[in-house]
């Protein structure tokens, strides 16, 4: 069974700059979640997708970054205007509804912002 | 804001030692349990989950769940060097997580 894909694995931006990440889940998995990690911290929820409806944004800087799940699938998260602070590694995980709500994570981004 | 709080450590134990980690959360309803390991550089790996009071083992590792008392404790048996890494604790479907405790098992 294939894991959950992150691309692109590392980015180097300017403030001020976009940037996209995209993810794409376990098969089956309904439930998709981005996270912020910073350096030394816990996982940061950003947003919780189940099938292609948003379940949790609260904490989703909604000025500057947006997340999609077209087709209850794919996922992609943007950053626009990128700021120093947003210099994390950005974790998708993904988990199935019914019974087991393990999440399994992707790679991560690692996103600098300069 | 529900929360989730860990002893960030560093957590030292001896090779072969009993390495215990543990978690406690402030919502009393909360259902779901997850402990993960996070290597360095790396994302995190799910290393058990834990639904009911009591104890669930799997392996060398054991989870142990208090509903009543709102904490959930990880046990590491016969610990080796390879287990040296940051365990994170998190909680519900929508796994508030803890800021994980760093572990460093010494040869």
């Known amino acids: 069974e294939a894991g959950v894909a992150q691309s692109p694995r590392y980015k180097i931006i300017e403030k001020r700059q976009s940037v996209a990440f995209w993810c794409n889940p376990i098969?089956?998995?309904?439930?998709l979640y981005w996270y912020q990690q910073i350096l030394g911290q816990g996982p940061k929820l950003l947003i919780q997708?189940?099938?292609?409806?948003?379940?949790?944004d609260s904490q989703l800087p909604k000025d500057r970054f947006s997340a999609e799940r077209l087709k209850g699938v794919d996922s992609t998260l943007k950053i626009q205007p990128a700021k120093l602070e947003d210099s994390a590694v950005y974790l998708c995980?993904?988990?199935?509804?019914?019974?087991?709500?393990?999440?399994?994570f992707g790679p991560g981004t690692r996103l600098t912002v300069t | 804001q529900k929360e989730v709080e860990q002893n960030s450590g560093p957590l030292s134990v001896p090779e072969g030692a009993i390495a215990s980690l543990n978690c406690t959360y402030s919502?009393?309803?909360?259902?779901?349990f997850f402990w993960y390991r996070q290597y360095s550089g790396k994302s995190p790996e799910l290393i058990m989950s834990?639904?009911?009071?009591g104890d669930k083992e799997d392996g060398r590792f054991t989870a142990q769940l208090n509903k009543a008392s709102q904490y959930v404790s990880l046990l590491i048996r016969d610990s080796q060097p390879s287990d040296s890494a940051t365990y994170l604790c998190?909680?519900?479907?929508?796994?508030?997580f803890g800021p994980g405790t760093r572990l460093s098992v010494l040869p």
């Open positions: 919502d009393r309803g909360s259902q779901s």
């Open positions: 997708f189940q099938n292609n409806g948003v379940v949790d």
């Open positions: 834990i639904y009911s009071n």
């Open positions: 995980g993904t988990a199935g509804t019914s019974g087991n709500y393990e999440q399994y």
């Open positions: 098969s089956g998995h309904a439930t």
């Open positions: 998190a909680v519900n479907q929508n796994f508030v």
